[in-house]
């Protein structure tokens, strides 16, 4: 079976530091992959090559076989891939329902409309069952500035799951919640992207999520792949207890 | 979710507007079709502000929409206001559509200071263009109206008061909508986060450049009402401090309420006028301290004595216009 996305020699240098050096990876149809590694190992690198934030200096990326060549992250977007931020970015002084509004008139590819309501009632009947599926339709209409940092990150996430992405890019969706909401977190964002996202891809430091969400671990050190494999035999990995989890689990 | 008025009702109230014209003394008539005529620029310095971006050289697109209207009208003899208003918008923004693009790659202060720049290009041009007067500019006709020609001062007045009321008032309900659609919601959210905006597929420039261009046929249609009102046109209209004006005009409003950018307007013209009469020794030291007093009281605007704050109580103060990049 293709691959969703198929990374092949991926290079990144910032002067002296190599972000990304010789990154060769495939994924496959809805698959739930972990990326891990230290600060600095080239994982959100990654993110923001995929996403074309970040141009590579060599190397090719390809979704579903197309290739995305240096396209700019609108036109990734149009394509099919969506990611979520480690640092939510939403738009603060509107509501959630005018956030989740306007990923709905983003995923629509059309001309924006000069007169047609942003909150026509079908528009927000949309955004409000988006935002149910994360058990978030009760603030709904409360500015992103008055909500939680837990629940920015749910709406962050919610926003990018209005395209129905093919591959979802979540920078560690748990990063900011508590020790006690982590894992509340992480069910109400795979309950919510389940019936969507065919593959996931996310970002994260704590190994207990990752063993108990992750059906493949990917673990980054220094720019490159340092284990790619199934959750058990990555976290035992001698060299990434080594210079990843530092032991843990 | 916060419900305005109904179309219908702002043409009834801008009807209305233009019919109390009749009941007016006659020196207010030609106070409010400045003051209409400049919420209509400064209208659409909001409608930019809304992205974010706050422009200081509408007087280039002022001047565009004036000249034009001027060649026009002298060269061909289209004396009809309507007419003057509809040759100034497209001027203007035939204008906007070269310049935007090009300008929406730009943000804040950087943003501001090319569109400053331009209209000193336009300045410095028009100065040293003979064929167009110079810096004495030159003279246009008496307007019309549906091939009515008014040699009575009063009704001239009214005529005039009429058109640029009824424009501004068209221009505030079209804002009105503008402000409550898709596209109006996404200038809000480039003006936050225009990174975010191009992650959801949008295309932040091409948000920027249709305000743009609706800002310059604003900018364009005012400039027919003043050369309109004042028979006369010269480099001045391009000039910086004459952009300044316009948008005082918006930081008095705020960008939350199009029915502010008229109250502002209107109680600049006010304010200057009176302070003009009795204090003509120091009048701008009169206007520069109501300035202040609306931007200390009101930091978000006129607006926002009527329009719900949708930051919390204890945020810190944010100005009227210039306040863009989430935090």
Same mark, same amino acid.
């Given at each position: 079976m293709n691959p969703v996305l198929s990374v092949r020699g991926l290079e990144k240098r910032f002067g002296a530091v190599v972000a990304a050096d010789a990154l060769t990876l495939d994924l496959a149809a809805g698959q739930r992959v972990s990326l891990i590694g230290a600060? /600095?190992? /080239?994982k959100t690198t990654f993110v923001n090559m995929v996403t074309g934030y970040l141009k590579p200096d060599s190397g090719a990326i390809a979704l579903d076989g197309m290739d995305l060549g240096r396209r700019s992250p609108r036109d990734v977007a149009k394509l099919g891939i969506s990611r979520s931020f480690q640092i939510p970015q939403l738009f603060i002084e509107l509501t959630a329902c005018e956030n989740l509004s306007v990923a709905i008139s983003g995923a629509r590819d059309q001309t924006l409309s000069f007169h047609a309501p942003a909150q026509a009632q079908g528009r927000r009947d949309t955004a409000i069952e988006l935002l149910g599926r994360f058990g978030l339709a009760d603030v709904a209409d409360r500015p992103i500035s008055e909500l939680a940092g837990g629940v920015r990150k749910l709406v962050d996430i919610a926003m990018a799951l209005v395209r129905r992405p093919k591959l979802l890019l979540l920078d560690e969706p748990t990063s900011g919640v508590s020790a006690e909401e982590k894992f509340a977190t992480m069910d109400r964002v795979i309950h919510a992207v389940a019936p969507d996202a065919a593959t996931i891809v996310f970002v994260e430091h704590d190994m207990d999520i990752v063993g108990r969400y992750a059906d493949r671990v990917v673990a980054f050190y220094s720019g490159r792949i340092l284990a790619d494999g199934k959750p058990n035999e990555v976290l035992n990995d001698p060299e990434v207890r080594r210079y990843v989890t530092g032991g843990a689990r | 979710m916060r419900r305005g008025l109904h179309p219908v009702v702002m043409i009834g109230l801008v009807i209305a507007a233009a019919l109390f014209g009749r009941v007016l003394p006659t020196w207010t008539l030609s106070l409010a079709t400045v003051a209409a005529s400049n919420a209509l620029i400064a209208l659409g310095i909001v409608v930019l502000a809304r992205t974010g971006n706050v422009s200081f050289g509408q007087g280039l697109f002022f001047a565009a929409g004036g000249y034009g209207v001027a060649l026009i009208a002298n060269s061909?003899?289209?004396?009809?206001a309507v007419l003057q208003v509809l040759i100034g918008a497209i001027c203007g923004g035939l204008l906007g559509l070269v310049i935007g693009p090009l300008i929406a790659r730009y943000t804040g202060i950087f943003f501001g200071m090319l569109t400053l720049a331009l209209s000193m290009v336009l300045y410095g041009a028009l100065l040293k263009t003979s064929a167009l007067g110079g810096s004495d500019g030159f003279n246009v006709g008496r307007p019309s109206l549906f091939g009515m020609v008014f040699t009575d001062t009063r009704e001239a007045d009214f005529m005039l008061y009429a058109v640029s009321v009824v424009t501004t008032g068209l221009a505030g309900i079209a804002a009105t909508i503008l402000f409550r659609s898709e596209l109006g919601l996404a200038s809000l959210a480039v003006r936050e986060n225009n990174l975010r905006v191009e992650y959801l597929g949008l295309s932040a420039n091409r948000i920027v450049t249709i305000n743009f261009v609706i800002a310059a046929v604003f900018a364009g249609a005012s400039g027919a009402f003043a050369l309109m009102a004042q028979r006369h046109i010269d480099p001045q209209f391009a000039y910086w401090t004459t952009s300044g004006e316009f948008v005082f005009v918006a930081v008095l409003a705020g960008y939350q309420s199009v029915a502010a950018v008229f109250v502002a307007s209107m109680a600049l013209e006010l304010v200057r006028s009176f302070s003009n009469l009795y204090l003509p020794n120091t009048w701008q030291l009169v206007l520069g301290v109501f300035l202040l007093s609306v931007i200390l009281f009101l930091p978000r605007g006129i607006g926002s004595l009527w329009i719900r704050d949708r930051h919390r109580k204890n945020d810190p103060p944010r100005t009227a216009i210039t306040d863009g990049a989430a935090p």
């Open positions: 600060n /600095g190992a /080239g | 061909s003899g289209i004396t009809d």
